[in-house]
């Protein structure tokens, strides 16, 4: 499964749009994006997938470029709660032991 | 409501003792998971289980044992083999295929924070 690259932390103003970069340069035409993040002590929330459309939820909108090398989650209106580590993923679906987590992006939402 | 739950939240083990975490879901999900996270650092699968009776090795079997004896349970032990097994333990599941166009989102539970004394 294609290596994911995310900043280790970044800040926002609660509000504000929150856009979470993560850079994936060796995608296969196969292999989906997911997006989770974990709130401290706690188990990582799913917030949104995609292939190659952009996606939007009740909780996110899913941003993949055209080339699929990259994309960007966005929290439209980030708030005090959303302060959270946020992970992105990139594998073909049910290789059942090819889910990794690395460091993810530690989001911190400021008042 | 659906969902998964890990019990205990804390667990506290003396060294050499054998110890089991215990992981129910309701979401009717075929596959479970048993992650191991350690301070800072992202999750490392330990076992997997894509029906009853079966289950995988996942990249830090070692020192760990599983059963799935339901469908709705997968509990994990530690064992006294492992050598540092002070960590947060998080169990998951997921659908198993349905179709070539769905996917296997994995949903979490809360955690289980284990401390060897």
């Known amino acids: 499964d294609a290596k994911t690259t995310q900043p280790p932390s970044m800040d926002c103003a609660e509000g504000r749009a929150a856009n979470l970069p993560c850079n994936h340069s060796t995608i296969s035409g196969n292999e989906y994006v997911y997006w ?34 990259s994309s960007t989650l ?13 992970y992105c993923i990139v594998r073909v679906p049910y290789n059942f032991n090819k889910f990794y987590f690395g460091s993810g992006t530690k989001l911190n939402v400021k008042p | ?59 830090i079997a070692e020192g760990y044992s599983v059963s799935r004896e339901k469908k709705e349970s997968f509990p994990l032990t530690v064992t006294s083999a492992q050598k540092n097994p002070t960590a947060f333990y998080l169990c998951a599941s997921s659908i198993r295929r349905l179709a070539a166009a769905s996917t296997d989102t994995q949903y979490f539970g809360p955690g289980t924070r284990l401390t060897v004394l």
């Open chain 1, 36 to 69: 989770y993040r974990q709130i401290h002590s706690q188990g990582p929330q799913y917030i949104i997938h995609g292939l190659k459309n952009n996606e939007t939820n009740e909780m996110a909108s899913l941003i993949i470029t055209e080339d699929r090398k």
């Open chain 1, 74 to 86: 966005i929290l439209p209106h980030a708030t005090l709660r959303d302060t959270a580590v946020y």
């Open chain 2, 1 to 59: 409501d659906g969902g998964i739950t890990q019990s205990p939240k804390y667990l506290f083990r003396k060294e050499g003792q054998n110890v089991t975490l215990s992981c129910e879901q309701n979401l009717n999900h075929d596959a479970m998971y048993w992650y191991r996270q350690d301070p800072g650092q992202g999750l490392r699968l330990i076992y997997y289980s894509q029906i009853v009776n079966d289950f995988q090795k996942g990249d």
